[in-house]
């Protein structure tokens, strides 16, 4: 009875909430430290493993240099090239500031693609010049002058100076059109990694290696833009670099939610979800825009070419009867 007493007395209940209540304010204490010691190695992988993915990302890409460092001698040390261009100034005479974002667009990176590109442009109208006007002379104008000849040939050379610029605006097209194919999917596949717990450098990254099937030049952006998200201070000067890259708006678009989301600290996920739902809607419209064009675009060909097949095979057999032996004609 004493011991049962003692558990019902109103002193023993008192002491006994304070001990708990002291208990719980340890713990709480203790576990709010735990936290933080447990943040802290948390806090110290992540920047482990972000220097492990730079060491990584710098060797692949000294050993992509090793590996193509004649390609890049042969088109960065051409002497005579720079030579020329130097020599008659032609950077300030056919580069402005769109010349080399377009080089890169184009997936030419660097000072030497630049350099060749105003090297060609400078000797491309004498070469179709010396070619023209030897192909003219010995061919279809050889029985008239000379001067005929030479000026056909300066027109032809005059043309030839924009060769350069069509060919680098070609590669731009083909290259944009790789990209916007495969960025719809691109964002799908971004999105599950987003969602999945990836960070945004290991999207990139993972995206990278998983697209590259469909596209070689858009899983090239996202490597660059990795490495970038990895070595810039700013994450925004990446994205901003990736939109310049590429010079689609659908991709620049996708990149100015990106910043707004990394600047106002909103969730990337819910972001890249309503790109890639607008993507896939994008994509839809195209493909029903193609669908609706095709009908006029088969109008010529049936003219053409099934028409008049169907007319012969309707009007072959009356007209073998008519004018064929026996026929009524050919009896009278």
């Not at 972000?50 to 193509?68: D, F, G, I, Q, V």
């Not at 064009?293 to 012969?312: D, M, Q, R």
Request: proline share 3%; charged share 25%; hydrophobic share 45%.
């Amino acid at each position: 009875m004493n011991f049962i007493e003692l558990l019902t007395s109103r002193d023993f209940l008192m002491a006994m909430l304070a001990a708990v209540s002291v208990a719980a304010i340890v713990f709480t204490l203790g576990a709010q430290f735990t936290d933080r010691s447990a943040m802290r190695n948390r806090i110290k992988r992540v920047a482990l493993e972000r220097e492990r993915m730079r060491a990584e990302e710098m060797a692949r890409l000294r050993a992509s240099s090793e590996k193509k460092g004649s390609i890049r001698a042969g088109s960065e040390s051409k002497t005579y090239m720079k030579a020329v261009v130097d020599k008659f100034s032609l950077q300030k005479a056919f580069a402005d500031e769109g010349t080399l974002e377009n080089l890169q667009r184009a997936g030419y990176r660097g000072k030497g693609p630049l350099t060749t590109f105003l090297f060609m442009r400078f000797v491309t109208p004498f070469v179709m010049f010396l070619i023209s006007l030897i192909y003219l002379s010995l061919t279809y104008l050889k029985d008239q002058p000379l001067y005929m000849s030479f000026a056909y040939a300066v027109g032809i050379g005059i043309l030839g100076s924009y060769l350069p610029v069509i060919l680098l605006r070609n590669r731009i097209t083909k290259r944009q059109q790789s990209i916007r194919r495969a960025w719809s999917d691109c964002l799908d596949l971004m999105l599950l990694c987003v969602e999945s717990g990836m960070s945004i450098e290991h999207a990139f990254k993972r995206v990278a290696k998983e697209i590259g099937e469909q596209s070689v030049e858009l899983a090239e952006e996202l490597t660059l833009t990795t490495a970038e998200l990895s070595f810039l201070e700013d994450r925004t000067r990446a994205y901003e670099n990736l939109g310049k890259r590429t010079g689609l708006d659908g991709v620049r678009s996708v990149m100015t939610a990106l910043i707004q989301a990394d600047k106002y600290g909103t969730s990337v996920g819910q972001a890249l979800r309503v790109m890639a739902a607008e993507g896939r809607e994008a994509r839809m419209m195209e493909a029903e825009k193609k669908a609706g064009a095709l009908p006029p675009k088969l109008t010529v060909p049936l003219i053409v070419f099934f028409l008049p097949v169907l007319f012969i095979v309707i009007m072959a057999p009356a007209m073998l009867k008519i004018f064929g032996p026996g026929g009524t004609l050919a009896g009278g």
